[in-house]
């Protein structure tokens, strides 16, 4: 198995370590509340304070979507270590 593939199945088992446990996705869930209540409050012109609020939200967006990403790499990479070589000559 190649170096690389072991290190993305290992990468991967970290990521679902990360995106499985209760208390990041706790902490995920509280702060998007947060993001999302203070957008709800905020005055309708400070546009400034939106912006950054919508920023925020699609940062914590991202943090997920990188943890998932590696999570399924490390499955793909996983899968392929599984499958038999097949050789079409020799």
């Known amino acids: 198995m190649a170096t690389k593939q072991?290190?993305?199945?290992?990468?991967?088992?970290q990521a679902a370590q990360i995106l499985d446990n209760p208390v990041y996705q706790d902490a995920i869930?509280?702060?998007?509340?947060?993001?999302?209540?203070s957008m709800t409050n905020s005055p309708i012109g400070d546009e400034k304070t939106h912006n950054r609020l919508v920023?925020?939200?699609?940062?914590?967006?991202?943090i997920n979507k990188q943890l998932t990403?590696?999570?399924?790499?490390?499955?793909l990479a996983s899968i392929?270590?599984?499958r038999p070589k097949f050789k079409i000559f020799g």
Do not use: C, F
């Open 80 to 82: 392929q270590t599984d």
């Open 55 to 62: 920023i925020a939200l699609q940062l914590l967006n991202q």
């Open 69 to 75: 990403d590696v999570m399924q790499t490390g499955k």
């Open 6 to 13: 072991l290190s993305e199945i290992k990468l991967g088992e």
């Open 29 to 37: 869930a509280k702060v998007r509340e947060n993001i999302v209540s």
